[in-house]
């Protein structure tokens, strides 16, 4: 699907911007911030501020086409996929990964549960830990 498709599919009317920051989340799954969004298009795109790409992330996380994560107290990281699904948060190496049902079959009973006559329309499940390529580099170390 174009990214301009995707954008109108949310109510959300599509601009130069709009799109370059929607195209960034969508083929980047590193769960960007801000900054970082900033300093990898603000090049390319000589109109484009930090105000417009934190704008632009708002209206995206309100309409509902992108995900905003605060799985961390020093940022806030952004998600274009929007499908259910946890984080994990290296404290380590502070590397961000995306799990999904497969591995973690309890995601979508969250994404489903009731509570009482709330409705429920966003679940966040946000882990922290050690990344398995960290613990490898750590015992490797150890073993020295």
Known sequence: MRVEDYI?????KPSVQRVAVMKYLMTHKTHPTVEEIYEALHEEISTLSKTTIYNTL???VENGAAAQLNIEDKCVHFDGDISAHAHFLCQHCGMIYD???SK???INELSS???GSHN???VQL???GICEKCMKKQK???SK
């Open 8 to 12: 109108l599919k949310f109510g959300i």
């Open 58 to 60: 708002k209206l995206f």
């Open 99 to 101: 799990i999904f049902p």
């Open 104 to 106: 973690m079959p309890i």
């Open 113 to 115: 549960l009731e509570f």
């Open 120 to 122: 429920i329309q966003n």
């Open 126 to 128: 946000n882990l922290t």
């Open 140 to 142: 490797v170390k150890e």
